[in-house]
């Protein structure tokens, strides 16, 4: 599985964003997915996750009732709209496809990465 993540950029604090992952090789649509982002200096952190059917979905407590993840299982693709965004979530954000068909905010849960998008939120 190959996983292409895009629509990074710069933005204001307060705008927004929509990240995309694309998935080929082979369909997710029965495995959880999930996006982590890594700032400079610190360790990759978990963001959210949304299992197989898109029911469930499970958020980091920094994006709650900021961040939306959602997946479209016919285009083999998950999305992350980013709203309110603050300069504490400059980082590389990472989709990931999981082992299982569940949410998951611990990354050894995931099996396959894509290569990153660069965010970053200007004060």
């Known amino acids: 599985v190959q996983l292409q993540a895009s629509g990074g950029g710069l933005v204001q604090a307060g705008g927004s964003l929509r990240l995309s992952c694309a998935a080929s090789?082979?369909?997710?649509?029965?495995?959880?997915m999930g996006w982590f982002r890594q700032a400079p200096g610190k360790e990759r952190e978990f963001v959210a996750s949304?299992?197989?059917?898109?029911?469930?979905?499970y958020y980091a407590d920094s994006v709650q009732g900021r961040f939306t993840i959602s997946r479209d299982r016919a285009k083999n693709a998950v999305y992350l709209q980013m709203n309110s965004l603050k300069p504490e979530d400059t980082a590389v954000y990472y989709c990931?496809?999981?082992?299982?068909?569940?949410?998951?905010?611990?990354?050894?849960?995931?099996?396959?990465w894509g290569q990153g998008t660069q965010v970053t939120v200007s004060s």
């Open positions: 990931a496809a999981a082992r299982g068909a569940g949410t998951s905010r611990y990354s050894y849960n995931y099996n396959y």
């Open positions: 090789g082979r369909a997710v649509s029965n495995n959880g």
């Open positions: 949304i299992a197989w059917s898109g029911g469930s979905t």
